[in-house]
């Protein structure tokens, strides 16, 4: 009895002192940032709560970080819930501004008008999707879009690489896309197939693009698609292919989908910012430093800057 | 059949069943020892692939920095006192909801009735439902309803909920487990039902029930889905100040790490996971020194 009490004590003292120091450890910082901003000329504060798309994250992330570091008392969470679940959350108004890969489906944007929720959309950056093959495919060096939609159509008969072009071997060929919940996945299916949604079933899917990197690599018959930042850091290991929409054959490069000329397969990544949160100026602060530093930020992490007129369009609207 | 077979020609076949059972039982052997050294040998290579990538990463900046686009300044101290945070909250509240609902279960209401049944069934099946399952529940219950928006606080709720089956099964089972004539004796002292239960049913059930919540705890520590649906962001900057903070966890962070295109991201991840294990190992280290301590104690 005894002993057990004093068991129970130890253990609970434990728990105590745990939280005790984790409250310490948690206070600490925010009083020495309590000091800094009497240098700042603004003193912001507050809670920016941004969730979304998995694509837009390090872009909204690295602008998160530079704003710290002129702002240290705003916090800003950032979640990756996925351009759908992110915009559940923004329609119930659990968050400020939602990273989307694409922009809001009519159902989002109507559930968010019977919520009440007024947004602005800001276009932030272009991705590329590129086309990819193992570097020892000697025979493929473009496609058309056509071709595109003959080897991914639901319908599709397509087997072997012969069934594209004649010339081509009669060999089999892998299929890798990404997973079904991605807004790459939904831009690819929609621009190729004319329905988001819409591909053939046969197909090796990762939510991971790391993983379909690894598996193109790995297969001289593979073909897969993926958004460019990760071609870009895995040139080595993977040849990608020009995709011809009728106007010849064009290769994905930070020029051809900066001008648009890499099409159809180039997007827009946009984020969604909740009018209400708008007038709350550390809200409005971010979104402006969001818009101004863009341009540098997005090549850093692997995208593809907007033209500088966008982003000063983007600029008007949330004046 | 068989003791036909034998008495008819036993010397002949005598000698071949002993021989086919000398077999199986090397067979057996043979097997059990392949079964452990697969699994040992799996783990060697995780390990050995986690530190050969990881461990020139670990330093005491990587502990102490915030997250990062540049991998070079990238650190974990906003998901190492995240984890923290959620797993001392999720253990404070699962710990003893999970021994009460045993004691309850095992000494308090009737084995015998429909209502304790149902109960028994219900638990067993929460303990195989899905972590994203929880994770959703969460997600309505305690972000929405109960308004705590996407706190550590709704966090380790959720997290209580998905570890809270397999406390109370292991509890159950280490209090089945104490001996009748301890517990007679015990009444027969004149002693009231709540002094038998703390004062004999429990230290002597306790390193049992701490097994069950060791292991219950330390799969609450590496989940990330449930806590991505409740909310956790993937980046957080700041240090959690209280429960009602938004945060992130270890696992999350790691996640977010191995899905970026640069390779150093993926060196960085690999460091990630040693600190996850050590704090893993902390924990679980913290709670056997407990219980062997008690383990001395009863026996």
Same mark, same amino acid.
């Given at each position: ?146 071709? @595109? ?165 983007? @600029?008007?609207?949330?004046? | ?299």
């Amino acid at each position: 009895m005894k002993l057990f009490k004093n068991k129970f004590s130890i253990l609970a003292m434990i728990l105590v002192i745990s939280m005790i120091a984790l409250a310490g450890c948690g206070s600490k910082p925010a009083g020495q940032t309590a000091q800094e901003p009497a240098k700042e000329e603004v003193k912001l504060s507050g809670e920016i709560k941004i969730d979304g798309s998995s694509t837009v994250f390090p872009i909204t992330e690295a602008i998160a970080e530079e704003f710290r570091a002129v702002y240290p008392d705003v916090k800003i969470p950032v979640g990756v819930s996925g351009t759908g679940g992110g915009f559940k959350k923004f329609v119930a108004k659990e968050t400020d501004i939602n990273d989307a890969s694409r922009p809001i489906k009519s159902q989002e944007a109507a559930d968010a008008a019977s919520a009440g929720v007024e947004y602005v959309e800001l276009k932030v950056a272009f991705d590329g999707l590129s086309v990819l093959v193992n570097p020892s495919n000697t025979w493929v060096d473009y496609l058309t879009v056509d071709e @595109l939609k003959k080897i991914w159509a639901p319908d599709s008969t397509v087997k072997t690489w012969k069934d594209v072009r004649a010339e081509w071997p009669a060999e089999e060929i892998k299929l890798y896309a990404p997973g079904t919940d991605s807004g790459t996945f939904d831009y690819f299916t929609e621009e190729i197939n004319g329905k988001s949604g819409a591909i053939r079933p046969d197909f090796i899917g990762s939510e991971d693009d790391n993983v379909l990197v690894q598996g193109i690599a790995g297969d001289k018959n593979a073909l897969g698609f993926f958004g460019f930042a990760y071609y870009e850091e895995n040139k080595d290991k993977l040849k990608v292919v020009k995709i011809d929409n009728g106007n010849g054959a064009i290769e994905p490069t930070f020029d051809t989908i900066k001008d648009g000329s890499y099409a159809p397969l180039s997007r827009p990544l946009f984020i969604y910012v909740n009018k209400a949160s708008l007038e709350k100026p550390e809200v409005k602060e971010f979104v402006t430093f969001y818009l101004e530093t863009a341009k540098d930020i997005v090549k850093e992490v692997g995208y593809v800057a907007l033209p500088d007129e966008e982003y000063a369009a983007g @600029l008007n609207k949330i004046k | 059949m068989e003791i036909n077979t034998q008495t008819n020609m036993h010397t002949i076949k005598r000698k071949n069943n002993i021989n086919s059972r000398k077999l199986k039982n090397k067979v057996f052997h043979g097997f059990l020892i392949l079964a452990t050294t697969m699994s040992i040998i799996v783990l060697a290579l995780l390990l050995y692939q986690i530190f050969s990538t990881g461990f020139k990463y670990l330093s005491f900046d990587f502990l102490n920095n915030m997250p990062s686009r540049f991998p070079h300044k990238a650190g974990i101290k906003s998901a190492l006192v995240g984890s923290i945070w959620v797993i001392s909250l999720t253990a404070l509240f699962s710990f003893p909801l999970g021994v009460g609902t045993a004691i309850y279960l095992e000494k308090y209401s009737n084995s015998k009735s429909w209502l304790n049944k149902l109960l028994q069934i219900n638990i067993a099946n929460l303990a195989g439902v899905p972590s994203i399952v929880y994770g959703m529940l969460g997600l309505a219950v305690f972000v929405r309803f109960f308004n705590f928006e996407r706190s550590i606080l709704s966090g380790a709720l959720t997290l209580t909920l998905l570890i809270l089956p397999v406390i109370i099964v292991a509890a159950q089972e280490a209090i089945k487990s104490v001996p009748d004539s301890l517990i007679q004796g015990s009444f027969a002292l004149g002693v009231t039902k709540w002094q038998t239960i703390t004062g004999v049913v429990l230290p002597y059930a306790l390193p049992g029930i701490l097994t069950g919540t060791i292991l219950a705890i330390s799969r609450a520590m590496g989940e990330a889905a449930p806590l991505i649906m409740v909310g956790a962001a993937g980046y957080i900057a700041f240090m959690p100040s209280g429960p009602m903070d938004s945060f992130t966890v270890l696992p999350i962070q790691i996640f977010n790490w191995t899905s970026r295109p640069q390779a150093e991201f993926q060196n960085i991840a690999a460091a990630g996971i040693i600190v996850l294990m050590a704090l893993l190992l902390t924990a679980n280290a913290t709670a056997i020194i407990l219980r062997n301590k008690y383990q001395n104690r009863t026996d």
